[in-house]
């Protein structure tokens, strides 16, 4: 068989992980042949290929990125872009297609299968969002990164009497802020699923003060106070017309430097928290969705993606990727609450 | 309420984040009383108690070990001791006790509560062989610090063409050596539920320093050549009369070279696995175990235990901490079969 | 003898370990008391003080921040501060007074050294710019921090086609830019000794597209361009009347978005270059700066501050914490400049 | 210039950092053309090359062994080996060699410049006991490594009430152990400089055991006892006929189990030390040793090596690498002392 393979979207710890386990099981036990395609859609939309063996493969397991590269190019938003793809498949004699990406990446391989083409997919959102799958690879590396910034900033915290904010990703789900913050001992965690009151933020801040010690503050880049509206997620223009980092953690110090009248700061972790080296955690569950999606592909299941349920690999439906998000629920929300203040 | 709380058996990175997780629950939202056990049941059976209130959980979420001390006393092993355990208890004014540790500790805890004793447990198990629950937290510290180490063999491997073993802890089930061995690339794991042929592994490695390539084994200490009996893995005895390391890792070490007439060299990791800050993934598996036992003590649930299924923190009767180990099933060990050689 | 300490200025990874010497020395090996001032300069100005003995120090050498507290308070700045710390001092029967801190921690010392106080100092700053000293401590961490950060990112560059600017600590010398940048392979590193030009700034950006690489740029936070004024470091106000982050790293990513039409991203790394567990070299320089202190007192060579030449810790005169900057050479800028592009 | 580039002897961090220092300075800056040999001397002897320009050194930095791969072997040790050596450098048209180790290596290296060959070298010794030099690189990985691995087993100690005692890398110097343990608040830190008492050693661990804490003990692979030969330091045989590890470390637990009827465990940090990332510090020194060495083969100035002074690289006489070892010296042993017991 001729396989061909992409990664589309946003960087996360772990793809080279699932690219390796893919092509040792594919091509080392069953002999199949590897066309990678650069770029995530726009390799088979621009005909972008590399060579995909096992050589190519080896030593790529404890490192970040993807060796394919990426893109969040859409060929259902370009002009004859589906018939270019399929077109471009059919030439590279490409028998099976494995998708490795987030809602976007999965969703035109949802339409490219409904179209007939033989695809598999492999989740991946860092975000850990997705309702299939009770984890996505890369969520606990970025998890990890956050907690040791936040155990870095304590020590300051203390020692300098002032209020630290940690901005985290997470636009729509709050699980990286969830998990980081519960992980770091934060005394206050803000997530998008539930909208804060600035005033009871600013009550936690000062008894932590008035008990001697300092707030440490984590926030998810999607969260908004009480009747905010997301513009005050949206970047300002400076004095001289550029636009200028922003967001909800600067909102937050300065709120709460002007309500309480101690000094807040905000750390913004930014791309750190989706680069480098896979925590154990994330190379072995990126490793086991390779092999399954693998194995999806030998046994024809097309249209489906694996997903972790327990810890058992299984396999769901493609369409499942661009179903409802996983939100933090009320339950796991309540869990954290128990340590604000 | 007034609730006794002990840790018992091996170290294991997170027990602090229980400890802190119930204190804060019960103490700062249920104004519940805590008195701490030192050093596992010897606490209750010699009177050994320590003060446990929210200032002396204070910063101990990140810090390995556990505050309360650990010890293997069993007071079903000493004459009297039951009694003189629930004595001290009813003098104490103990309400609830809260039990944290393996097989032993919560098999006396068990055996407790048929007396009578309002206990509830928390499983831990740095080797993750508990069938009741998904994982137990210390088992992912344990693996990232192995698979850091093997990340750091792979250089030394290539540059000296040697054969580079590391023994992992796993008497009896081969998680650890499973899940650092996926993560970390060896090219063959060997696990206690699965006996190797040393032949095969022999070939491995010829085979890969065919490739130019220097060989990774990970070996879990309980693992078995077949037909191999457990006076492999005794400790011998040296020319001073002194007991000397020894272990699979020393064995498999000579085996190869001297039948590849290769180098090989073996690093036993030991204790520093079980030592020191817990990953993300620990600490919150931890402290929502901590959270969860303070609800069952709330909600009289006497006699269970908390584990995790998926992603969702339940009730096991407590006998389940002393039911059938949870083994690596052959098709777990076929998934790293797949990069051996 | 009764010795007081104190810890002025910003944090930095050490300071805890300086403390644990010089009480483990003083207190354990002379017998000596000692007296723990608390939150720098305000401690003997409004007598704050704390127990400082071996216990209170039991634990804290792997610990970031300070135990004693630390502020920007300037006795000198206040109407009969210096009145007020001299007799405080004499009321606590404080004979010697150790001072860690950085150019306006030590300027105080040197003054009330200049006024018959028998004071010795430790130098801390975590920007390495002394020139009286090879190294200080916390700046190894600090480097650490920031080179963990550029290995991630590199990945993310890769995948995602796009420049990455790090922003780390340097207002006036450029030392951690210029190591950290050095140790992650930066691309080009921008630093404050330096004015760059922005033209040649992205016609490296340029080049490394066109070698089909992606750029990373370490900046630090007092970098300039050629002719640039410090108004390009200010924060900008937003919309909202807030300020809002700023500085090179934001200005950068704008010039080289708008000059190549690249996409550009900036991490500013922020507080957690300072703070969390010092590295190995940090504990040790830390630990025999605090060891020579307290042999300064012993041998009473007050006025007088510890320092590193070689691997010999010396004393040289308290005055030159105050001297000129020691700032990046023209050679050593060379050295790195041969990886640009 | 076509210039021949080697690395010999045991695995250090930062070899491929000055292998990349160099290729970027002297291919990229100046021009000139790289042969790489492989294996150490064996590759000029056996002429074994392999490509080594900047596409080759690239991604190399942060990666732990070496390109060019390492052997022990000497060619002054095999027949005619000289001379096949220069043969070959002459066939290959190599104009300068720039050797890249220790002892061995550079003893090589020095009488191959007698001989006539432009021979320039840099200095390779994790144990750091190369008098000409402040400090050579890996050493502050090793000392990392160590310290990480103590600040892990202090939990464990403390939980467990046991001795653990932990065995680094140094036959003849301390070095690692004097830095390691004294970053990792080491109760006892034992070295081949100073014979120990054990009686005194056990006396430490008791009467740490009496003030409730745990003792941790680093020792050097060389430290021996007062009057204790060798042959303690032997690796014994076993039952099997196999021969097992043993070590100082191995003897220490017994000895302290005996005599103080206390548990005692031991870990040999073994191969991990020397593997892996670089640390920052050990990436600027490499890379620094990289760009000088290069220097030196443009200023011929042949029959040299590079060291590091204060914060100067500086040249040296090649004959300097094989002069008298740098050891502890009791001044600096005395700093630790202060912490004993």
Redesign the interface.
């Known amino acids: 068989m001729r396989i061909g393979m992409l990664?589309g979207g946003?960087?996360c710890p772990g793809?080279n992980a699932v690219i390796r386990?893919v092509v040792?099981?594919g091509a080392?036990?069953h002999g199949h042949e590897f066309v990678g395609f650069r770029?995530g859609w726009r390799g088979p939309l621009e005909n972008l290929t590399m060579p995909l063996g096992i050589p190519d493969v080896r030593g790529i397991?404890?490192?970040?990125?993807?060796i394919l590269?990426?893109?969040r190019t859409n060929p259902f938003g370009v002009d004859g872009g589906v018939e270019r793809v399929t077109e471009n498949l059919h030439k590279l004699g490409v028998d099976a297609l494995i998708a490795i990406g987030g809602e976007d990446t999965l969703g035109v391989a949802t339409k490219l299968h409904e179209r007939g083409v033989n695809v598999v997919g492999v989740p991946k959102t860092i975000d850990n969002d997705l309702n299939a799958t009770?984890?996505t690879f890369g969520f606990?590396t970025a998890?990890?990164?956050?907690?040791?910034?936040i155990?870095?900033?304590?020590?300051?915290a203390?020692?300098?009497?002032r209020a630290?904010i940690v901005e985290v990703m997470g636009r729509h789900a709050g699980w990286i802020a969830l998990?980081?913050g519960?992980?770091?001992?934060a005394n206050v965690i803000l997530i998008p699923e539930f909208p804060f009151s600035i005033e009871r933020v600013c009550a936690y801040v000062e008894s932590r003060f008035q008990a001697h010690y300092a707030p440490i503050i984590v926030v998810a880049e999607g969260a908004l106070p009480d009747g905010g509206d997301t513009s005050?997620l949206e970047k300002?223009?400076?004095?001289?017309g550029?636009?200028?980092?922003?967001g909800i953690g600067?909102?937050l110090a300065?709120e709460i430097e002007s309500r309480t009248g101690k000094e807040a700061?905000?750390?913004?972790?930014?791309?750190?928290q989706?680069?480098?080296?896979p925590?154990?955690?994330d190379?072995?569950l990126a490793?086991?969705f390779g092999?399954a999606a693998m194995d999806s592909v030998t046994e024809r299941a097309w249209g489906t993606m694996v997903a972790l349920?327990?810890?058992d690999i299984v396999r769901v439906p493609l369409s499942a990727a661009t179903a409802e998000l996983k939100l933090v629920t009320p339950e796991r929300y309540a869990?954290v609450e128990?340590?604000f203040g």
């Open positions: 990664t946003g960087d793809l386990a040792r099981k080392g036990m770029d397991l404890p490192r970040g990125g993807t590269g990426s893109s009770d984890y606990d998890v990890n990164i956050a907690t040791e910034a155990d870095r900033l304590h020590t300051t203390e020692s300098h009497h630290l998990h980081a519960m992980a770091g001992g005050i300002g223009v400076d004095a001289f550029h636009v200028r980092l922003g600067e909102w300065n700061r905000t750390t913004v972790l930014g791309h750190i989706r680069g480098g080296t925590t154990a955690y190379r072995v490793t086991r092999l349920q327990g810890t869990e128990v340590f």
